[in-house]
């Protein structure tokens, strides 16, 4: 997959290898797009929901390697998020 390359990369630096997935309500996400500039199609943005839904379900994520899979499944939650890079 797409991510393997990435996780690789982390492994080799020694960092930890952290997966922060946006499982929200479609109603929402779709709300969200039409209210961008820059509106994604509307099949484009279902079938993105149909493969996170099955990502996350399959706990797909821990079996890619991620030492920390964190959902976040509301506006609220993602909106209270703050990630800090701590130099090593």
Do not use: K
């Amino acid at each position: 997959g797409v991510r393997r390359p990435l996780i690789a990369r982390a492994r080799a630096a020694g960092l930890p290898v952290i997966a922060i997935v946006l499982d929200l309500d479609p109603s929402a996400v779709r709300h969200q797009n039409a209210g961008r500039p820059r509106i994604v199609d509307a099949d484009v943005v279902d079938r993105h929901l149909v493969t996170l839904r099955s990502t996350v379900d399959d706990g797909r994520l821990e079996l890619e390697g991620f030492d920390q899979v964190v959902v976040l499944r509301t506006a609220q939650d993602a909106a209270g998020v703050s990630i800090e890079r701590v130099p090593r």
